[in-house]
């Protein structure tokens, strides 16, 4: 079975400090896909990243960097210099190779303190 | 590309009437995807759609709900009757092939209130 665990409920921090949302998986499959979506306070859900398990090169993307370590099945997200419009409610997700469902976390909800 | 659009945004109804929920997908996208978001459960999936062909139902929290998929350009999501548990986010979301590693696109979502 497939499960994503985000152990941190909510977060809140003072715009500008560097905050890290951390995502542990559980899967036995070998070939797998994990995703971060952001749900800002108007609700849709937006896509973030997507990463596949041979590929484990961390990812950066302006303020946005990924850390995926299959030794510790993590796959955490770390925001830079944080800003009071990155506050949202960050999901972690899971997609096995032929299996079509993606297993959400719990959620992460940021909130950025101006 | 319009993005998946779910149909209504807000629903507000009465326990016991019956609540039918909307989604268009993607062009092209394949397959299609209803989920729940409850603040105890989180994002659950509730049943997914392959060439309109319903693959995995499980989801499905009972008999009071069904989901149809006529064609490949919309989709629906029925409660019947519905009940005040019944009131949550409704999310349908859209993918490419499923040989494809795509996440999916999500619809902006349906706010059922079921008073």
């Known amino acids: 079975a497939q499960k994503v665990t985000q152990a941190q409920t909510e977060i809140s921090v003072v715009e500008k400090e560097d905050v890290t949302l951390d995502c542990v998986y559980e899967?036995?499959?070998?070939?797998?896909?994990l995703f971060w979506y952001k749900q800002p306070p108007s609700g849709e859900l937006v896509f973030l990243i997507r990463?596949?398990?041979?590929?484990?090169q961390n990812e950066i993307s302006g303020r946005y960097s990924w850390n995926f370590q299959k030794s510790t099945s993590s796959f955490n997200f770390t925001i830079t210099a944080s800003q009071v419009v990155d506050s949202a409610v960050y999901f972690c997700?899971?997609?096995?190779?032929?299996?079509?469902?993606?297993?959400f976390g719990q959620g992460t909800r940021l909130t950025i303190n101006p | 590309d319009a993005g998946v659009i779910q149909s209504p945004r807000h629903e507000v109804t009465e326990m016991g009437q019956e609540v039918t929920l909307r989604c268009k997908p993607i062009?092209?996208?394949?397959?299609l995807f209803w989920y729940r978001q409850t603040m105890m459960r989180g994002l659950e999936l509730l049943i997914y759609?392959?060439?309109?062909?319903?693959?995995?139902d499980s989801g499905m929290p009972e008999d009071r709900f069904s989901a149809k998929m006529p064609n490949a350009s919309f989709s629906t999501l029925k409660i019947q009757p519905s009940e005040p548990r019944d009131s949550a986010v409704y999310f349908c979301?859209?993918?490419?092939?499923?040989?494809?590693?795509?996440?999916?696109?999500f619809g902006s979502g349906t706010r059922l209130t079921v008073v």
């Open positions: 062009s092209g996208h394949n397959s």
């Open positions: 979301a859209s993918s490419l092939p499923r040989t494809a590693p795509y996440g999916y696109t």
């Open positions: 997700a899971l997609r096995t190779q032929g299996a079509q469902k993606l297993v």
């Open positions: 759609f392959n060439n309109n062909v319903p693959i995995d």
């Open positions: 899967t036995r499959d070998t070939t797998y896909y």
């Open positions: 990463r596949n398990s041979f590929d484990e």
